[in-house]
């Protein structure tokens, strides 16, 4: 009996990557050679959504398949219970030994979460109510305050130097997997690779930052006349309402530096994949967390449900398994990238997930697929920069449309088919309002709003003991990365 040889799987996951941002996605300044050679050798998704537009929930229903409200992370500092089976742990199950290299962004005490190894780390503490770490020059900047844009332009941000720490490690476990395919050893290799770049700072190595300089434009999408109260709110708390076009500018500038050095450090791997023999047997995914506003409407970071915020690069690359060079304008989430991974591999699906696996669709554009996928976001008030505000919000994307629901504020909706960069909001029109209403009733059939604020309001509960008693018996931290204050750089002329 001959026995099938399995593929292997590798898995780069950055943080805050605009998807419009790269060469492969039409963007005419950014230079990514290595995004866009993946994309050459495979499949891109122009309509890939992330399950929440915030870090914890978007990566901890990524690890599940299941939405926010299923896996119960919605803020970043909720948990991941144990018992959530992840992919990492069906991949485990089906034979093989999932490795994790760099970021995950997950909180308590299980910082495994199915990895069967993992190096590297995190930068943060995996305790909420510690002390978080120290940014230096660049403190807050890494968050959506003000200082996100007033500390930006060249220097350095430690979120990088982890990267490179990350990229380094990933170069080390493909060649000890080679070292081993040469010593007869066969088993196919699971290596997830998570990046925190292009996150905020702003800030960039002179080399990568100096190339865009001039180059890289203001954002072109105004503040709309008719800009939703909560969207309004939200610049005016954050201090985003009235920017200096230079800090805008500098800021962007730096973002597409930051988009270069992470596209480098992927290169970096994708190259060592190639000399090393292993690239023909091995799906390799590309994508990110959540988007980045960039300014675009007088908005910056994630938090919102416009294309630049929700939306995400996804990129697939199988030689002899997916096409090559080919495009797919099918809508699809996170949750589904983690069931088609199962699939491509022979893994048993999750049990509980509720992503669906695209390879059908990545193999033939004409394959059966609904187009129709959920974000949502939500908050408590005890984060900063929430501004005390508890939010609910959700998304439907179905085919050409979009709603977006506003617990306690009226609905937006859009028309991405004839309004791509969404400036005209047809909530309110009557000619629209059973289109309206149809995605409402969807949206709202399986969420209620109010069931998640006590839900998240008990949570919270139990979250200010486990808080207090981390402050009080400082637990150790594990999987965790040295990030010192003094890593962080401003140039002279810009601090």
Request: aromatic share 8%; charged share 25%.
């Amino acid at each position: 009996m001959t026995r099938v040889k399995r593929p292997n799987l590798l898995f780069l996951f950055s943080d805050q990557h605009a998807r419009s941002v790269a060469g492969c996605y039409g963007d005419p300044v950014v230079r990514t050679p290595a995004l866009d050679g993946l994309a050459a050798g495979g499949v891109i998704f122009d309509n890939a959504y992330c399950p929440s537009p915030i870090c914890v929930p978007s990566r901890m229903s990524m690890l599940t398949a299941r939405h926010p409200s299923a896996q119960d992370c919605w803020t970043n500092d909720d948990f991941l219970a144990s018992d959530r089976a992840t992919w990492p742990h069906a991949m485990g199950a089906a034979g093989y030994r999932p490795v994790l290299v760099g970021r995950l962004h997950a909180m308590g005490p299980d910082q495994m979460h199915g990895f069967a190894d993992r190096t590297v780390g995190d930068h943060s503490p995996n305790w909420a109510g510690v002390a978080r770490h120290g940014m230096g020059v660049l403190e807050n900047a890494n968050d959506p305050f003000r200082a996100s844009l007033t500390a930006s332009g060249i220097g350095q941000s430690a979120y990088q130097l982890k990267d490179i720490d990350a990229a380094a490690a990933a170069l080390d476990e493909l060649d000890a997997i080679a070292t081993r395919r040469r010593n007869g050893d066969e088993a196919p290799f699971c290596l997830s690779v998570g990046f925190i770049l292009p996150h905020p700072p702003y800030v960039a190595w002179r080399e990568d930052y100096l190339p865009y300089e001039g180059k890289v434009r203001p954002a072109k999408l105004p503040v709309p006349q008719d800009e939703h109260p909560w969207l309004a709110w939200w610049r005016k708390d954050r201090g985003i309402a009235n920017p200096d076009p230079a800090e805008e500018l500098r800021a962007r500038t730096a973002y597409y530096g930051l988009v270069t050095r992470l596209d480098i450090l992927i290169g970096q791997i994708l190259d060592r994949l190639e000399r090393l023999g292993l690239a023909n047997d091995t799906l390799v995914v590309y994508s990110s967390d959540h988007g980045d506003q960039l300014g675009e409407r007088g908005l910056w970071w994630k938090h919102t449900f416009y294309e630049e915020s929700v939306a995400v690069p996804l990129i697939l690359r199988w030689p002899n398994s997916i096409p090559a060079g080919q495009r797919r304008r099918q809508v699809v989430n996170l949750i589904d990238v983690t069931a088609t991974m199962l699939d491509a591999m022979a893994c048993t699906p999750l049990p509980n997930g509720q992503g669906h696996s695209f390879l059908g669709v990545a193999r033939d554009p004409a394959a059966r697929w609904v187009d129709e996928t959920f974000s949502e976001y939500c908050t408590d008030e005890i984060p900063l920069w929430t501004g005390g505000d508890a939010v609910r919000q959700r998304m439907i994307r179905k085919n050409g449309w979009k709603l977006i629901y506003y617990h306690g504020h009226r609905p937006q909706l859009f028309d991405l088919v004839a309004d791509p960069n969404e400036m005209r909001d047809l909530a309110e029109s009557a000619t629209h309002r059973t289109i309206r209403d149809d995605l409402e009733r969807r949206l709202l059939a399986d969420w209620d709003p109010v069931a998640v604020d006590a839900r998240m309001r008990a949570r919270r509960a139990d979250k200010d003991v486990i808080g207090a008693w981390a402050r009080s018996v400082r637990p150790a931290d594990h999987h965790r990365w040295d990030l010192k204050p003094e890593q962080n750089r401003l140039d002279k002329e810009q601090a």
